[in-house]
Every structure is written in structure tokens, then in C-alpha cells.
């Protein structure tokens, strides 16, 4: 990244090792937070255009469980993760267990740079009498996922059951953002796999070691995840789709 755009900007090279960097969430307050990202994401969203996307091969990705590929591209000096999300148009996720409904353990702010980004906001309520999945009706199990290193992810299960209801659906478009607040937000991706979408993410700090995913397990098990490291021709396929864009 030496004498790059992103550099000049105030990132530094190397990423965040899936969240394990720790931060007091007393010191983000959330829409002070998305306020300051989204004005920086701005700024970066041109360099990133004209310098990572011509040079995508060079950045080490991974296929989300979500069903989409993380390209880390650098860090703030406190800490903040800059990363290049991609759903490729009609290319075949590899991905286990997902997309799901999940929370995030940071504040997320996020710039669509192509397509259009879709998700489903959802309120998520244990129910403490539950004891059986019935995805039907909303009622889920809940993970606690713990990320080791190496793109592993365990999830485990206490067996508790709650139930999930959808409360909104979002659609943002090329150019504008979206914002996610730590732990109280719930979502799951709802982008076709048949369309592009391409986002700009800038993650506060983490400020918990473990967040939560629902799954529809009738059984309550342990269940080892692996972030799986893009193929080159999948990376191939974004960066072409990505080279499209002529301006935002």
C-alpha cells in the first residue's frame, strides 16, 4: 500500500483477522460513527475504483458465509476495517450454512459502488418455551460464533430458541450507504445471485469476541465453518464486473 491512495487517506496495510481486535463500544457512539465512515468512504470510494478494483487479484479474499467475497484493503489507525464486498452476478456462492439472519459484534457503514444491495432488517426474541425449529413460523436457533484464525468459524448453541420477524426490508442503491449498528441489529442479504452488487464497508472496531447466527437445526450441535479463499477465476469474474463502472 506504500505511497498509495488509500495511504494518503490515512489507512494502513494489514486487516483486522476476522474481528478479533477489541474496542470499548462507550467510545463509538453509532451515528457519530456512521457519520465519520460514510464521509471517509467517499473519499476512498475513488481510489479504491482506480487502484484496488484494476489490481484485484493482489488482495487476498474470502468467500463470506453470507454468500459473498471480502476483499480486506487496509486499517484506520484506530483500528476501523476497510473492505471491498462483492456478489458477483450469477456467480455460484461457496458458501456453508447461508446466507442467515446474523448480528455484527461492530458498526458497520457500507457505500454501494454497482448493482443494488437488498437486505431483510429482523427482530429476533428468545422463546424461553421453545424447544423445536420451525423455520415457518419464525422460530430459529441460536449460535454464538466464535472466529479462530485461518478463516474457521465455530458455531455453538446453548439449544436456545427464538423467533425472527422480518420487520423491514431495505434496497439501497449505487451511491448511497447503509448502516448496521453492533449487537442490536439483526439482517440477513437478500441480493439475487443473478445481480451484482458491490459495496464499500468500513467496520468500527469489535467490541465483543463472539456474535450470533440463526440456524434451522432441529438438533443442537457444534458446527465448524470455513471461510473458504477465493478461486482466481472467481476473482476474475468481479473484477470484470466491477471494471464496469464508469462513475459514481
Not at 137 to 148: I, S
Not at 173 to 197: C, D
Amino acid at each position: 500500500m506504500a505511497g498509495s491512495g488509500l495511504e494518503s487517506l490515512g489507512f494502513i496495510s494489514g486487516h483486522d483477522i476476522q474481528h478479533r481486535n477489541l474496542a470499548n463500544q462507550k467510545q463509538y457512539e453509532a451515528f457519530t460513527y456512521f457519520d465519520w465512515a460514510k464521509n471517509l468512504l467517499t473519499q476512498v470510494t475513488p481510489v479504491v475504483l482506480a487502484e484496488v478494483v484494476p489490481k484485484l487479484e493482489e488482495y487476498s479474499g474470502r468467500w463470506n458465509p453470507g454468500g459473498f467475497m471480502v476483499f480486506p484493503l487496509g486499517l484506520t489507525k484506530d483500528g476501523s476495517s476497510l473492505r471491498l464486498h462483492v456478489s458477483a452476478a450469477g456467480l455460484p456462492r461457496d458458501v456453508l450454512n447461508g446466507p442467515f439472519i446474523h448480528n455484527h459484534g461492530w458498526h458497520l457503514t457500507s457505500r454501494v459502488l454497482a448493482g443494488v444491495y437488498s437486505d431483510r432488517i429482523v427482530d429476533v426474541q428468545k422463546q424461553y418455551s421453545a424447544v423445536a425449529t420451525d423455520p415457518e413460523n419464525g422460530l430459529l436457533r441460536l449460535y454464538e460464533t466464535n472466529r479462530n484464525p485461518n478463516g474457521l468459524d465455530i458455531l455453538e448453541t446453548d439449544g436456545t430458541i427464538v423467533k425472527a420477524t422480518p420487520i423491514r426490508n431495505r434496497v439501497v442503491q449505487a451511491g448511497e450507504f447503509h448502516t448496521i449498528e453492533a449487537l442490536n441489529i439483526y439482517h440477513i442479504p437478500t441480493t439475487p445471485s443473478e445481480h451484482l452488487a458491490a459495496t464499500l464497508v468500513l467496520d468500527s472496531p469489535s467490541f465483543t469476541n463472539t456474535t450470533h447466527v440463526l440456524l434451522n437445526n432441529s438438533e443442537p450441535i457444534t458446527i465448524e465453518r470455513v471461510r473458504k479463499p477465493l478461486k482466481p477465476e472467481s476473482i476474475a469474474i468481479a473484477k470484470e464486473q466491477l471494471g464496469r463502472i464508469t462513475h459514481l
